[in-house]
């Protein structure tokens, strides 16, 4: 039993102001397996006004010193990988083949890339007689979500300390072991007090003070749509900058050629990863009308091979995160079945054999149109839509008709078609063929956010640009 009551402030551990606590349960078993302490407003403070005093100093840090630093925090971070993975298995109820790895390793690849964007990264320059130099925001509220703990915090922890910011995280009080442990990598690397802090808590008792507090200079938030809305919001009166990466609706035009059997196979699988709560998840897949029944019967052959709530298949997929996350998944697959999509893998209920955990069957729903509700909705569960199109007009039509912009998708042989319909998908991440890049600037248009995270992109967020005029004046003279 986990049992994490305390929050790092000023670089030590310290007690809540109030004695409030919050049971967490694993989403494969439905028990408690550990408690947190819910923080407050006077938490808040106590942290923003430690990083408000760090920020002098860390913000007049050189690039070696940072350099410096982000290698010894990679050196801890690599030396408790095995304690990250055990974290996060056991706060999602995820596979150790997804936690230990690809989620560990999401992490350590984000520090990886603010290491090699920092050395090369561009903080002035003189454009005639003016010098333009990006100087660090100050402090900085983080807040992250619950379905890629440690990727998320990376991409906001990371590019803030290399571009000499201080700041406050709040991770989710649903899945907040793995975030306690990175909290002690950083302690155990040395990071200087009041650089980095930690508080627990939910979005109305810290999100909210964090949003709200005069002393914090921007807030980068990432989760639903809803609580972005909400976090702009509570932000605006102190006209802080405010970041977001909310929702998507992604969708994934599959190409009619001979790829067709390796793109459908394809998108499905990349949609039930993570069971299926990715926010760029290819929740939408889009194929030729003419080639609807043979999509139906790949995807629903790939569906039924995923393995649910096996431990030992490293193909395997785990519950969804929380009760609340289940009865809106299913809430949603009814609503499908009530809508008359076509059921072609899965459907309402948990999988065979699991009559306990937030487990979801793998479910592809055909035949859907794009006016259906789970079309519109972001679902975040292993649940995939099949739209059906009759010519690449009409897939770009639908596939940006869509209040979300976050990722796009598409598949086949044909290259050149292909890059032609990514420029045509209003979207601020798309990939062909499912291609990954650490260093691509990711975030959404629309209702999917502002701002970009990833790579050097993701310093841009965490700076201020200042003009001196007559800087270079005389210089030759």
Not at 43 to 67: G, I
Not at 184 to 192: F, K, S, T
Request: proline share 5%; glycine share 10%.
């Amino acid at each position: 039993m986990r049992e994490y009551t305390q929050f790092y402030i000023d670089g030590r551990w310290v007690e809540p102001a109030e004695a409030q606590t919050l049971d967490v349960d694993n989403p494969a078993t439905e028990e408690v397996c550990g408690k947190i302490a819910l923080g407050s407003a006077a938490d808040v403070d106590l942290a923003v006004a430690a990083a408000r005093r760090a920020f002098d100093s860390w913000s007049q840090s050189s690039r070696e010193e940072r350099l410096d630093l982000l290698q010894a925090i990679l050196a801890e971070y690599q030396r408790r990988s095995a304690d990250l993975g055990d974290a996060v298995s056991e706060e999602m109820g995820a596979p150790p083949s997804l936690a230990a790895g690809t989620q560990v390793n999401l992490g350590a690849g984000h520090l990886v890339t603010a290491i090699d964007a920092l050395k090369n990264f561009s903080f002035s320059e003189q454009r005639g007689d003016t010098l333009v130099e990006r100087e660090p925001i100050g402090v900085c509220g983080l807040i992250t979500p619950w379905n890629w703990p440690l990727n998320q915090i990376a991409v906001k922890v990371f590019p803030a300390l290399s571009t000499g910011c201080t700041m406050v995280l709040k991770p989710s009080e649903v899945a907040p072991f793995s975030a306690y442990i990175f909290t002690e990598i950083m302690d155990a690397a040395g990071v200087p007090a009041g650089v980095y802090n930690m508080v627990n808590g939910d979005g109305p008792g810290v999100g909210a003070a964090l949003s709200r507090h005069p002393d914090v200079d921007m807030v980068s938030f990432t989760g639903s749509t809803r609580a972005g809305v909400a976090v702009a919001e509570t932000a605006a009166p102190t006209v802080k900058r405010v970041t977001q990466e909310l929702g998507g609706k992604s969708a994934n035009i599959v190409l009619d050629d001979d790829a067709f059997v390796d793109s459908v196979t394809a998108g499905v699988a990349t949609m039930m990863v993570n069971s299926g709560q990715s926010c760029n998840a290819p929740s939408r897949m889009l194929v030729p009308n003419s080639r609807m029944d043979e999509a139906i019967a790949i995807a629903q052959a790939v569906a039924d091979r995923v393995k649910v709530g096996d431990p030992a298949d490293p193909k395997s997929i785990g519950p969804v995160a929380s009760a609340a996350q289940f009865a809106k998944v299913q809430g949603l697959i009814e609503k499908g079945i009530a809508e008359g999509a076509t059921v072609a893998a899965g459907g309402p209920g948990r999988p065979a054999g699991l009559d306990t955990g937030y487990y979801v069957r793998p479910t592809v729903f055909a035949r859907v149109t794009n006016q259906m509700t789970i079309a519109r909705e972001e679902i975040f569960g292993p649940v995939l839509c099949i739209l059906g199109y009759d010519d690449l007009d009409e897939a770009v039509e639908i596939a940006n008709d869509t209040e979300y912009g976050l990722a796009g998708y598409v598949s086949g042989a044909d290259l050149d078609t292909a890059r032609g319909l990514a420029r045509r998908i209003r979207a601020g991440w798309v990939a062909i063929n499912h291609a990954f890049d650490m260093n691509a600037p990711f975030g959404g248009y629309k209702r999917s956010g502002n701002g970009r995270e990833w790579g050097d992109a993701g310093f841009h967020e965490y700076l201020e640009t200042k003009s001196t005029l007559g800087f270079g004046a005389g210089a030759d003279g």
